[in-house]
């Protein structure tokens, strides 16, 4: 089926730099759009940064200036750059898929299985 596999989370300093990236795998016929989700504990999973396949970008207003989105559709990839972390981004990253599979006419959201990324000193 459709898989979605997120790496390069990992510990870092405040004012460090991460890249993370996603790769979708699977039947796939198209990719709309695609973004990153985080989850801290106890709080609501919200919106990152998103893609659309032809549109302009966004940002969670917390992001701005410090993390950039961008994808790689030759191969299926989506990306995020993350510049001067905060303690605050602390989170679960998820990365999220809107697309079909073949032989199928119905758009899904598709997850990944989360990388954490923690920012301390």
């Known amino acids: 089926q459709v898989q979605l596999v997120e790496s390069g989370g990992g510990l870092v300093q405040p004012g460090g730099s991460l890249r993370l990236s996603c790769t979708v795998s699977g039947t796939i016929f198209s990719i709309n759009a695609m973004a990153w989700y985080r989850q801290a504990p106890g709080k609501e999973r919200e919106l990152v940064a998103a893609i659309p396949s032809g549109g302009r970008t966004n940002y969670a207003e917390s992001v701005k200036g410090r993390f950039t989105i961008s994808r790689d559709n030759a191969k299926n990839t989506v990306y995020l750059q993350m510049n001067s972390l905060k303690p605050e981004d602390t989170a679960v990253y998820y990365c999220?898929?809107?697309?079909?599979?073949?032989?199928?006419?119905?758009?899904?959201?598709?997850w990944g299985q989360g990388t954490q990324v923690t920012v301390s000193s």
């Open positions: 999220n898929a809107y697309l079909r599979i073949y032989y199928s006419g119905v758009w899904n959201d598709y």
